[in-house]
């Protein structure tokens, strides 16, 4: 071959920022967090910290209440170990539980297609009970609309919920103190590859089954331990969302070990299969918590105890450099960074 | 995953280690041609744990980088017609056009789909007669087979209204291309071993000999890795240049010769442009004209798109390993992977977005 030049070529003209909305917007990532901040909080009203928690604290004379909502837009609607209903309910559960509240009643709307069966909406609305029941939560109101087929993918529901903070009780994303031990209270990324099997059909040999479950009564048990100072639910945008916006609202940062993270192997081998991070896989049946460093040992015991903590484990500590990052010890001895999903998750070509 | 675990054995990994520190007496740039493995090394840590006499310096083996910007810019104008499904693997959909992407394309109506296999698509063309459905077909050689097969099977099911959109790419071109330029600076390559699992490593030994450059077929898990830094840098110590297999478990000398015959049946060598890069000779494949009528440029009025690249990123310097991504001053300011200014930002085996997601603190320290 003749000798090549390559100068002179150079690569392309930057894309410009999205005009419309596009579905990574609502994967729980980089584009979420940046619909959030550009658009929904300068019009909505201005930014506070615990804007960006799990639910909101609003004071009524003198007592604390946690305030929610959420929309569950899941596909299939039925999945391996859950459905949209138990999801709805267990969503909203989670998100009060996360800011240390005791969750008290939840409504929910419908927004149902035209051609829906009934015996699909009778089997959601028993799961969504059942759920309930499980919580210790009632449905206190709800709200049907229905729209022309096409207008919607079968069954959308939203769910907002009330919650009452015990006095003392402060967590919050903004409180990871240096020393904190990072504990998961199971494994990684269960709920995103079950329902990405189940939409896909990706014929795993393995029946993963979702995590979907309501977290409030672990989150008592660890209260009742010791000192909790974070907690999230790490849903869309999986583990490595949840901690870099810890990281970021308490400018902390954070290590964690690669070889503590618990999975499932049939986890672990989809994503390598995939391409994909388990760490940015939506989990909707686990939380992580930053826990005083001396309680650390006896939160992790009362997790263990409970029904949605067996499989606890922890996995990182907050360090002494006042500085919002998240990094890896690899299980070879590397360190890398840790970075929120930055939009909707892409198998890889090759 | 007993069968990953043991090619990231931390024992071996440093036992690998100090044994490339004891051999390695001077500085060497290495590329690793393919972007999987450049975030193999990035994902472990890898990278830092070398030598520093080792510089790391990456290629354009990442599919969705070197796509050249008119054929996505062909991309976007065939989806965007009402009568097309247009298909693809799902990395495509986020790379920049010239003016949007295929994912702004499907949030104004269009109907993108990401498969995980070109045999989805051509489904997707039986289930639909009404539409044209067309496939995005990309990649270097490890894609290239099923790109091949879905073609020859939307023949013998006499399929009408399937197309594939073609840009695919080979390495061995582009190897000698970096070699042959008068600013290279690779003095050894860890060849991709995928790649060769398809096309073997037959077309290495010349290119070797020709360039006196040593050729490491090299797996992509940290012990595989190790094993061909360790064979490439007693290759430049002892001053040879040998093609030379480290990952056996997976690649032959003739390579998949079933699946070579595949390509063959499908395609001819063609001249290709590469992102970043610009035209190589014969560093391509196209549809043979037995198979024009499954040419999606042929079925579409795409002949007249032209595009041309601007001057704001170095990614052509990056995808020869001239640069790091390190030392591009947009990278991780205006460069981020929700503003690329380059493929390399945008793709999962990008090399910038490698650096992106697993090192970008080394900017702000």
Redesign the interface.
């Known amino acids: 071959m003749n000798e090549f030049d390559f100068e002179g070529y150079t690569c392309p003209v930057p894309l410009r920022p999205n005009e419309t909305v596009i579905l990574g917007h609502g994967s729980g990532g980089t584009l979420s967090r940046d619909l959030l901040r550009r658009l929904f909080l300068p019009e909505l009203g201005k930014a506070a910290p615990r804007a960006l928690d799990d639910s909101a604290v609003v004071e009524i004379d003198g007592q604390r209440f946690a305030l929610t909502t959420d929309s569950h837009v899941v596909s299939p609607l039925f999945f391996p170990g859950g459905d949209i209903g138990r999801l709805a309910i267990c969503g909203t559960v989670n998100d009060l539980a996360m800011v240390g509240a005791k969750p008290i009643a939840l409504t929910c709307g419908f927004v149902l297609e035209e051609g829906l069966p009934f015996e699909t909406l009778q089997r959601v609305a028993a799961s969504m009970q059942a759920a309930a029941q499980e919580a210790g939560v009632y449905i206190a109101a709800g709200d049907t609309k229905v729209v022309q087929k096409g207008g919607a993918d079968q069954l959308f529901i939203n769910t907002s919920g009330i919650g009452k903070i015990a006095d003392g009780v402060n967590i919050s994303g903004a409180n990871a103190k240096e020393g904190d031990v990072v504990i998961v209270s199971g494994t990684i990324g269960d709920h995103g590859i079950a329902v990405l099997s189940a939409r896909e059909d990706l014929g795993f040999e393995t029946m993963l089954e979702s995590d979907v479950a309501p977290l409030n009564h672990l989150v008592e048990a660890m209260l009742a331990a010791g000192e909790v100072h974070v907690l999230r639910d790490p849903t869309r945008g999986g583990l490595a969302t949840s901690l870099v916006e810890i990281s970021e609202q308490s400018n902390v940062t954070i290590e964690i070990e690669e070889q503590t993270l618990p999975f499932k192997p049939a986890v672990k081998a989809a994503c390598e299969m995939l391409g994909f991070d388990p760490l940015w896989i939506a989990n909707e049946g686990k939380l992580v918590a930053f826990v005083k460093e001396s309680d650390a040992e006896k939160v992790l015991d009362a997790m263990k105890k409970t029904k949605y903590g067996g499989g606890a484990a922890m996995i990182g500590k907050v360090m002494g450099v006042r500085k919002s990052q998240v990094r890896l010890k690899t299980a070879i001895g590397g360190t890398r960074l840790v970075d929120m999903l930055p939009g909707e998750m892409l198998p890889r070509i090759c | ?1 007993k069968y ?1 675990d043991e090619y ?3 024992g071996k ?2 036992t690998l280690l100090r044994e490339i520190a004891s051999i390695t007496t001077r500085n060497w740039v290495i590329m690793e041609i393919c972007g ?1 493995q450049t975030h193999a090394f ?5 990278d ?2 070398l030598p520093p006499q080792i510089e790391l310096v990456h290629g354009p083996g990442c ?2 980088c070197v796509t050249p ?1 008119e054929q996505i810019d062909k991309a976007i104008a065939i989806a965007s017609r009402p009568d097309v499904i247009f298909t693809s ?6 790379v ?1 056009g ?4 295929l ?2 394309v ?3 109506g269009g109907d993108v789909h ?1 498969v ?1 296999s070109p045999l989805e698509a051509v489904q997707t063309a039986e289930g639909n007669p009404d539409k044209q459905v067309v496939f995005f077909a ?3 050689e ?2 290239a087979p099923a790109n091949a097969m879905a073609v020859l099977q939307a023949r013998n099911k006499h399929i009408k209204n399937f197309s594939v959109l073609v840009s695919h790419v080979r390495v061995p ?1 582009a190897m ?3 070699l ?4 290279n600076r690779v003095q050894g390559f860890l060849a991709a071993g ?1 790649v060769c699992a398809v096309m073997g490593f037959h077309e290495y030994p010349p290119i070797a000999e020709k360039y006196h450059v040593p050729i490491v077929v090299t797996g992509f898990e ?1 012990i595989d890795l190790l094993n061909g830094m360790v064979s490439a840098v007693k290759q430049l110590e002892a001053g040879r240049a040998e093609a030379e297999n480290q990952y056996q478990r997976a690649v032959k000398f003739e390579g998949n010769e079933s699946a070579q015959r595949t390509i063959r049946s499908v395609f001819e060598s063609v001249d290709r442009k590469w ?4 035209i ?2 014969q560093s391509g494949w196209g549809l043979n004209p037995d198979f024009a009528e499954f040419d999606a440029e042929n079925r579409f009025d795409v002949g007249n798109i032209f595009t041309q ?9 990056i ?2 390993g ?1 640069k790091r991504p390190l030392q591009c001053a947009a990278f991780g300011r ?1 460069c981020t ?8 930002m945008v793709s ?2 990008g090399a910038c977005a490698a650096y ?6 080394v900017v702000y320290e």
Do not use: W
């Not at chain 2, 990035?42 to 890898?46: E, K, R, S, V």
């Not at chain 2, 693997?89 to 986020?94: E, K, S, V």
């Not at chain 2, 010239?98 to 992407?101: E, F, L, Q, Y």
């Not at chain 2, 992106?356 to 603190?361: C, E, G, L, S, V």
């Open positions: 995953m990953l990231r054995n931390p990994v440093k999987g990035l994902h472990h840590g890898l830092a744990m599919p969705v910007l693997y799902g990395d495509m959909l986020r920049p010239s003016t949007k992407d994912f702004s499907r949030a104004g990401v995980y990309i990649g270097f490890t894609t071109p000698e291309a970096i042959g330029s008068k600013s995928h940290p992102r970043g890069i610009g190589i000779p690249e601007s001057p704001l990123c170095i990614a052509g310097e995808l020869q001239l205006q992977q929700q503003t690329p200014l380059g493929a390399p999962a085996e992106y997601k697993y090192h970008r603190d």
